[in-house]
C-alpha cells in the first residue's frame, strides 16, 4: 500500500515562497507519474502542476506557469513544489498524487488519472 504524506504548507504573505514536500512510502514512486492538485474554498479540485516518471516532461496550469516549479528526489522517494512569488489565490489546500501505473511519457492532468493521494496540506497566502 503506497502512502504519500505532504508537509511544508503554512501561512506566507503575498510574494513570499514556500516549498511543499510530498513524502511516499510502500514502495519507491520511481517509475510513476506524478503531480500537485489543489482545493480552493468552494472550488473544484484542480491541476497545479505534473511531471513524468522520468522527469522529462512536466506541465503545469497556467495560472502557476513561471512562479512554480515541480521536482523529484527518487532517492528520498518524495516529490516537491517550490512555489514562487505567492497570491492571494493561490490559497488552498495542495494535494501531491500518484499514478498507480508505471512509466508513460505523458503528464495526465485529471484526477481520475491519479490512485495514490496524500492528504493535503493547506497553503494561506495574506495580502
Known amino acids: 500500500q503506497v502512502q504519500l504524506v505532504e508537509s511544508g504548507g503554512g501561512l506566507v504573505q503575498s510574494g513570499g515562497s514556500l516549498r511543499l514536500s510530498c513524502a511516499a512510502s510502500?514502495?519507491?514512486?520511481?517509475?510513476?507519474?506524478v503531480s500537485w492538485f489543489r482545493q480552493a474554498p468552494g472550488k473544484e479540485r484542480e491541476f497545479v502542476a505534473g511531471?513524468?516518471?522520468?522527469?522529462?516532461?512536466?506541465d503545469y496550469a497556467r495560472a502557476v506557469q513561471g512562479r512554480f516549479t515541480i521536482s523529484r528526489d527518487n532517492a528520498k522517494n518524495t516529490v516537491y513544489l517550490q512555489m514562487n512569488s505567492l497570491k492571494s489565490e493561490d490559497t488552498a489546500i495542495y494535494y501531491c498524487a500518484a499514478r498507480t501505473s508505471h512509466f508513460g511519457t505523458y503528464v495526465y492532468t485529471a484526477q481520475y488519472d491519479y490512485g495514490y493521494w496524500g492528504q493535503g496540506t493547506q497553503v494561506t497566502v495574506s495580502s
Open positions: 510502500g514502495r519507491n514512486l520511481s517509475t510513476n507519474g
Open positions: 511531471m513524468n516518471w522520468s522527469g522529462g516532461r512536466t
